[in-house]
């Protein structure tokens, strides 16, 4: 059983969990068509992230010409080149398939604001 987990440490990707559910994501997946291979964006919404370790995968949710389409990638797969955040979620669910009977403006997830830490410096009084 450690042999294992040694094998699956040795493929985890860190820091690859940058996302939670709710977020718009933008996955950045490579497609190997014969000898070629090209990386294809795929930009939606995360409905759901499932499993621990190794196999660990997300469902990402867009609507294309007005049909939705879910794809399941899985989170450490070396096709998987890069996830990029374009907006956090605000949401009180862990799974959102309630957002697969919604169409157009009921569709959205609310946005949310994070406030930076920034660092209050004195202001110089005035004499």
């Known amino acids: 059983m450690d042999l294992i987990k040694a ?7 860190e820091g690859a969990e940058n996302f939670k559910v709710g977020d718009t994501v933008r996955v950045h ?13 795929f930009e939606g919404v995360v409905l759901q992230k499932k499993n621990s370790g190794l196999r660990k995968t997300f469902t990402v949710r867009k609507i294309s010409y ?6 399941i990638f899985p989170l450490h797969s070396p096709r998987v080149q890069k996830i990029e955040v374009v907006r956090s979620g605000k949401v009180r669910r ?10 157009g403006k009921a ?3 609310a946005e949310s604001f994070r406030r930076k830490q920034e660092e209050s410096e004195p202001k110089p009084e005035e004499t």
């Open 94 to 103: 862990a799974k959102l398939y309630y957002l697969r009977k919604r169409v």
């Open 29 to 41: 997946f490579a497609i190997v068509e014969g000898q070629n291979e090209r990386v294809q964006l």
């Open 66 to 71: 007005g049909v939705g389409v879910e794809r």
């Open 107 to 109: 569709a959205k997830v």
């Open 7 to 13: 094998v699956e440490a040795a493929q985890i990707k």
